[in-house]
């Protein structure tokens, strides 16, 4: 396993965000974490990266324990993630907010390159040396999903990477994503259902913090519990 959680729960006073979850991801693997709004995916994968302590519980990262490593060290480990309230800088272009991410892993040679590379295959290359405060919510998703990958990780963990895109834009970050499946696992917080389906080799889905189902797609748009609890029965 890339990533393994055993018994991992988070609870802010009172409420119980996330309860007992025993995640496991195999290296080379998409994989998809639904369930509907509060259900605890953003809290998971927070506990993931290091941005939230859990309350019990572990996380491994290629057979080390890294419960209690900081986020910046499960950086260096390869593991680099995107939020959903954007981590942008405003007031930098795209160029030099992608730059910032490639500056941390990658020799300085290659930093020039690996940034328009970046921005072309997220398909920004047009906004490029615009602030990215002036980008619509949707492609400052896309420049943090450059952010990430252009680190290369091992592990990108992306939380809702398609809010605020056009049907084309989406097309076009199915095909990025399938690229970067060659060379990443990736572990995607994701309520477009499309995205999903073509996307994910397995999917997980939560529901008030526990883990309801885990299967292949198919599997679980066909899974009762799921379909109650979060697709609908239509
Ligand atoms: N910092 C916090 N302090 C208190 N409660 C929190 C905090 N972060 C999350 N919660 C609560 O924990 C629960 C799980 O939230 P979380 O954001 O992980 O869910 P989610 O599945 O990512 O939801 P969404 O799909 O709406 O993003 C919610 O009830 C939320 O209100």
Do not use: W
Not at 66 to 91: D, M, N
């Amino acid at each position: 396993m890339l990533l393994s959680t055993r018994g991992l729960s988070k609870h802010f006073d009172g409420l119980q965000a996330v309860t007992d979850v025993d995640f496991d991801l195999p290296e080379g693997e998409v994989r998809a974490l639904i369930g509907p709004n509060g259900a605890g995916k953003t809290t998971l994968v927070s506990m993931i990266c290091g941005r939230l302590a859990p309350s019990s519980g572990s996380v491994h990262f290629e057979g080390q324990d890294i419960t209690r490593l900081p986020a910046h060290k499960r950086v260096c480990l390869g593991i680099a993630y995107t939020f959903q309230i954007t981590s942008v800088f405003p007031r930098l272009t795209a160029r030099e907010n992608v730059a910032l991410a490639a500056r941390r892993h990658l020799p300085k040679a290659e930093v020039t390159d690996a940034v328009e590379n970046a921005l072309d295959r997220v398909g920004l290359q047009d906004r490029i040396d615009e602030d990215a405060g002036n980008l619509s919510y949707g492609h400052q998703r896309l420049l943090e999903t450059a952010m990430g990958f252009v680190q290369k990780p091992r592990l990108l963990i992306l939380d809702e990477p398609t809010q605020g895109l056009a049907d084309s834009e989406i097309e076009r970050f199915k095909s990025l994503i399938n690229e970067l499946r060659q060379t990443t696992t990736i572990l995607l917080i994701e309520h477009n259902m499309s995205v999903v389906m073509e996307l994910a080799d397995r999917v997980t889905v939560l529901n008030f913090g526990e883990c309801l189902a885990e299967g292949t797609p198919q599997e679980i748009h066909e899974n009762p519990k799921v379909q109650a609890a979060y697709l609908g029965t239509g």
